[in-house]
């Protein structure tokens, strides 16, 4: 078994993915950052799904070990901290647009048709980002 796998079920790469984010805070943790770069815990704490203290800190430091979100002090406060994604974490994003293509193609969640062709396009969140939401709904737009 590879060093990196140690502890998990095996080293099945869809096991390990699985066993990454196979919880519903991890990803949601994730795409807040994505849609909002930095954030402090408190920023993250906001999300509307309303996540635990306990929660978004274990699921932080699971991200962190993995080399997913880098914690780095704020340059304004010294008491306060910023999660953001590294390169590896910011390397999700194609699956992560694919997951929600997924989501319109099937139905089942409103969205504006311009955002998925937008994301259909771009294969990016850059642009779609700053139409969704802070709970990373799309704003409906009618299609033009």
């Given at each position: ?11 099945c ?41 306990g ?74 980002c ?15």
């Amino acid at each position: 078994m590879n060093k990196n796998c140690e502890g998990l079920r095996s080293d099945c790469p869809l096991n390990v993915a699985i066993e990454m984010f196979g919880d519903k805070w991890t990803l949601l943790i994730v795409r807040d950052l994505f849609f909002h770069s930095v954030r402090t815990f408190n920023q993250l704490l906001e999300i509307d799904e309303s996540i635990s203290t306990g929660t978004l800190t274990t699921r932080i430091q699971k991200l962190q070990e993995n080399g997913i979100v880098d914690r780095q002090q704020s340059e304004t406060d010294r008491r306060s901290v910023n999660y953001k994604l590294t390169d590896v974490g910011r390397g999700l994003e194609p699956i992560m647009v694919e997951m929600v293509l997924w989501v319109a193609d099937n139905g089942l969640a409103e969205f504006s048709q311009k955002d998925v062709v937008k994301l259909r396009e771009q294969r990016s969140f850059k642009d779609v980002c700053n139409e969704m939401d802070a709970d990373g709904t799309v704003e409906k737009v009618d299609a033009a």
